[in-house]
């Protein structure tokens, strides 16, 4: 049994721990509400797409396996954005069906990797998007699926060039660091601005 005082740190630290990691979501969340902000208040407007409610993609696990335990934090995450009239919303779901030039606003946001130690934002313009299942009616249909295949998805710098069984998407794609993101006046010069030029480019 440990001492007291050794117990009494021990809690400490592990309210800490969880304090410090409840900080960080909450300010994630602001991010993707302040990204969704602005979008609305651009031209054209953009809405956030709800696969199943106003919430994040993520891959997640509540298994007990060592690899799944690593699931258990949230480390890295997404929206999407498409312009307003271009979806539809019914019972706090977007519908957004696959057309010929329809095209999609990415945001994920990477706590966590192995590959990078700093924390990221990744935007993308998604374009050429083929559904390929009959099931996949929508693209919120897919948007769970993308969580399995994002290594893959941004595994080219800056582009897009993907395909399977499932989905076909292309596209192109920059990032930046998040800690770089300051102030609502960062978000727009650095994030926001640069995302609208790609969307506007691909016309």
Request: net charge neutral.
């Amino acid at each position: 049994m440990l001492p007291n005082a050794e117990r009494s740190e021990m809690v400490s630290q592990i309210q800490n721990a969880f304090s410090f990691l409840q900080k960080l979501y909450n300010e994630s969340s602001f991010l993707i509400k302040e990204i969704e902000g602005q979008l609305s208040e651009t031209r054209p407007s953009f809405q956030i797409l709800r696969p199943s409610g106003y919430s994040i993609n993520t891959k997640s696990s509540t298994g007990l396996e060592p690899i799944n335990v690593n699931l258990w934090l949230l480390r890295k995450f997404a929206v999407a954005f498409v312009e307003e009239n271009r979806t539809r919303v019914e019972k706090g779901q977007s519908f957004t069906e696959i057309e010929p030039g329809k095209k999609i606003l990415y945001f994920r946001i990477v706590l966590d990797s192995s590959d990078d130690p700093e924390p990221k934002l990744f935007f993308a313009l998604l374009n050429e998007i083929e559904l390929k299942k009959d099931k996949d009616k929508k693209f919120e249909n897919v948007m769970g699926y993308f969580q399995y295949v994002d290594d893959k998805l941004f595994s080219t710098k800056n582009k897009i060039d993907y395909e399977d069984g499932r989905i076909k998407l292309r596209g192109t794609y920059k990032s930046i660091g998040l800690l770089s993101l300051n102030s609502s006046d960062d978000l727009k010069t650095k994030v926001i601005d640069p995302s609208l030029k790609l969307y506007n480019s691909n016309k």
